[in-house]
């Protein structure tokens, strides 16, 4: 038993969203009870004290869209990559990478992007992996990984066609196996989905053996409308937009998550609406590829959940709602607008998409809702209350001011030191696969 306090409370549950000199007891792998610290004290004097240092208590932050097969990418450059569009991008880096990943790369790969969000507090990931070298056992690899490292994981594969239909066919196996797994292992903290790429690198009769794979087990992870590609390979092959291939597909659905969703019609966002679908939106990689602000605000105006992701690009999801917010702002020519759509992208809209997969409460903190708590070592010189708390956190907080993450119970993260990983080794490991990478895309030793 964990009492965590010395802090101001921020708990996402409107019932009771604030305690000044709060804090959170947990029992087990949830929560027992928020209060006052005073009170929360004196009836638990024998639960183990965490102190925040005067900082602020919250939920774990959840990241609704990453990669990890790009983890080793950071400070990379790949002779003869110049990029002037979205495919060019695709094809020189980001396939270019994961046509080079072995089991042990996408290990390296999973540790690398899994530590990350642990210091950033991310206690929950959803992850959308390609590894075209060794598809086999790749979403295992992740799976083993992110169970020693304690993070909740969603996990999938990328299925495309893009490197032949034997390549495509593994994927789908992948997903299928995996799923399989998850599904009879109900593993409270490892869950499945069924990936896809982007819609121009998938056909129909591809579309129809993902389905038939999946037999209903789970719901589909997708990239759609990131590009334009996808709008104009559906209405010159198929004769209609993107998302309406995924309704004629069996796609759509409840658990289905749909990244990007830049190009879409207002047609498509009532099909998305109307099927229940989800979203998630992902700013900085959109700002970085050059391929447009989604219509976020419009999306949510018309009822869809649409949740906040990083696409990689970063682990800090603070990070990513700073780049949601300016970039709405800066497309709309209103400074007035986002603030709502930003706050409940990150912590009322991701906490929806990973309740319906991990069967219970997150994002969080009330009675019988999942252990994951953060403290921010955030000690601001301006009035810090419920009423400007998410001011605060869009313009003071970032994920490096994070320095005890705790997930499901269990303390991963103790001011700013592991508790279950080797991080000297680990990262050691990690740029020893980083540089057998970097020498195989360079033809040079690192």
């Given at each position: ?139 295992f690899a992740i799976r083993d ?113 749909l990244g990007h969703c830049i190009h ?183």
């Open positions: 038993m964990y009492l965590i306090g010395n802090g101001s409370l921020l708990t996402r549950d409107r019932a009771h969203p604030f305690f000044q000199d709060g804090a959170v007891l947990i029992e087990g792998e949830t929560i027992k009870e928020t209060g006052t610290e005073k009170e929360l004290r004196k009836k638990y004097p024998q639960a183990d004290y965490i102190n925040a240092h005067g900082g602020i208590i919250m939920p774990g932050l959840i990241n609704a869209h990453t990669h990890i097969y790009s983890a080793l990418a950071r400070g990379l450059s790949i002779a003869g990559n110049n990029p002037r569009n979205f495919l060019e991008i695709l094809e020189g880096t980001w396939w270019n990478i994961d046509r080079h990943l072995s089991l042990e790369m996408t290990r390296a790969s999973a540790w690398a992007t899994i530590m990350d969000s642990i210091r950033n507090g991310v206690t929950t990931i959803f992850d959308h992996h390609a590894s075209f070298f060794e598809i086999e056992g790749s979403l990984a992110a169970k020693q490292a304690g993070i909740r994981a969603c996990l999938c594969y990328e299925v495309s066609e893009r490197d032949g239909m034997e390549k495509c066919d593994a994927a789908i196996a992948e997903n299928a196996a995996f799923a399989r797994w998850a599904k009879e292992a109900d593993d409270g903290m490892i869950r499945a989905m069924f990936g896809g790429h982007a819609l121009f690198t998938i056909s129909d009769a591809t579309f129809e053996k993902m389905v038939r794979a999946n037999d209903g087990m789970t719901g589909f992870h997708i990239h759609v409308a990131e590009g334009m590609n996808d709008v104009y390979d559906s209405l010159r092959n198929y004769g209609c937009r993107p998302v309406n291939r995924l309704l004629y597909n069996g796609i759509l659905g409840e658990k289905t998550l879409i019609s207002p047609a498509e966002m009532d099909i998305i609406k109307e099927t229940g679908t989800m979203a998630v939106n992902n700013p900085e990689s959109n700002m970085g590829n050059a391929v447009g602000c989604a219509p976020v605000i419009e999306m949510m105006k018309r009822g869809i959940v649409v949740g906040l992701g990083t696409d990689a690009y970063t682990a800090d999801m603070l990070e990513s709602q700073k780049a949601f917010l300016t970039i709405q702002r800066h497309n709309a020519c209103m400074p007035n607008v986002g603030w709502n759509e930003a706050v409940s992208a990150l912590f009322e809209n991701n906490a929806i998409i990973a309740a319906k997969y991990f069967g219970k409460e997150v994002g969080v903190l009330k009675k019988g809702a999942a252990a994951d708590v953060i403290i921010v070592d955030y000690h601001p010189y301006t009035p810090f209350s419920e009423e400007n708390a998410d001011g605060h956190i869009l313009f003071g907080m970032s994920g490096r001011d994070v320095r005890t993450t705790i997930i499901n119970g269990t303390v991963v993260y103790l001011d700013r030191q592991f508790t279950k990983i080797d991080e000297e080794a680990m990262n050691a490991e990690i740029r020893e696969q980083a540089k057998c990478l970097w020498g195989e895309l360079n033809h040079r030793k690192y």
